[in-house]
């Protein structure tokens, strides 16, 4: 498994804004949207492209195109549809499909109430888009869906991780034959006896869409 960490001041300056619990939630949506952006510039890195002839006004040259079968972006619901719009940017052509997942507030563990996927998914780079790396439970159990329907590569982008989260997926496959990257904002100190990433950003899906 790769982790890539963001190393890029115009990343650690938006991660600033939005851990500080006085932003609120439109600055707040707006800088998840952005940082999704920088992020995916680099988690697309390894994107498939095919060559093409193109004529510009000034000669024919040869180019690069996306190639198909498109990338999957999958956001898992609640906060990673905020970071959507961000991805599907740089990706506009790209398919989506739809994890719901919850994690128990006491035992921490995920369990999914929404699962829309392409049936099949070989051949497809997948792009997992959740913005909180807390245990890896959400994360383990969203790439086991996507490995069972055939995924070929995928690439989660997470705005802030903790080091078991890391650790926890990175144990779970460590024989896995999909290749599986992880592109995060930061990888923070750890995690609290609640699940919460220390210093974090407390709870994203709250600070994106209020509180449920
Ligand atoms: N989910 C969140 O929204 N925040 C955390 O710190 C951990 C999990």
Same mark, same amino acid.
């Given at each position: 498994?790769?982790?890539?960490?963001?190393?890029?001041?115009?990343?650690?300056?938006? /991660?600033?804004?939005? @851990? $500080? #619990?006085? !932003?609120?939630?439109? %600055?707040?949506?707006?800088?998840?949207?952005?940082?999704?952006?920088?992020?995916?510039?680099?988690?697309?890195?390894?994107?498939?492209?095919?060559?093409?002839?193109?004529?510009?006004?000034?000669?024919?040259?040869?180019?690069?195109?996306?190639?198909?079968?498109?990338?999957?972006?999958?956001?898992?619901?609640?906060?990673?549809?905020?970071?959507?719009?961000?991805?599907?940017?740089?990706?506009?052509?790209?398919?989506?499909?739809? /994890?719901?997942?919850? @994690? $128990? #507030?006491? !035992?921490?563990?995920? %369990?999914?109430?929404?699962?829309?996927?392409?049936?099949?998914?070989?051949?497809?780079?997948?792009?997992?888009?959740?913005?909180?790396?807390?245990?890896?439970?959400?994360?383990?159990?969203?790439?086991?869906?996507?490995?069972?329907?055939?995924?070929?590569?995928?690439?989660?982008?997470?705005?802030?991780?903790?080091?078991?989260?890391?650790?926890?997926?990175?144990?779970?496959?460590?024989?896995?034959?999909?290749?599986?990257?992880?592109?995060?904002?930061?990888? $923070? #100190?750890?995690?609290?006896?609640?699940?919460?990433?220390?210093?974090?950003?407390?709870?994203?899906?709250?600070?994106?869409?209020?509180?449920?």
């Amino acid at each position: 498994m790769k982790v890539h960490v963001a190393n890029h001041p115009l990343v650690s300056h938006k /991660l600033t804004v939005l @851990r $500080d #619990e006085q !932003t609120d939630s439109p %600055t707040f949506r707006r800088l998840v949207e952005e940082l999704v952006t920088l992020l995916a510039y680099e988690a697309t890195r390894e994107v498939r492209t095919y060559e093409v002839e193109i004529t510009t006004p000034v000669t024919k040259t040869k180019g690069q195109k996306l190639a198909d079968p498109r990338p999957v972006v999958v956001p898992i619901l609640r906060a990673g549809l905020g970071m959507l719009e961000g991805m599907s940017k740089l990706l506009p052509t790209a398919e989506v499909g739809f /994890l719901g997942m919850v @994690r $128990d #507030e006491k !035992t921490l563990e995920a %369990t999914t109430y929404a699962n829309r996927l392409p049936e099949d998914l070989s051949g497809r780079h997948v792009f997992v888009l959740d913005p909180m790396l807390a245990t890896g439970g959400t994360l383990i159990m969203a790439f086991h869906y996507l490995i069972d329907l055939g995924a070929t590569d995928i690439t989660a982008i997470c705005i802030l991780s903790a080091p078991e989260g890391i650790a926890a997926v990175e144990k779970e496959f460590k024989n896995s034959k999909v290749p599986i990257t992880i592109v995060t904002g930061a990888l $923070d #100190e750890k995690l609290n006896e609640h699940g919460y990433i220390v210093p974090g950003l407390g709870d994203a899906g709250d600070r994106l869409y209020g509180v449920v």
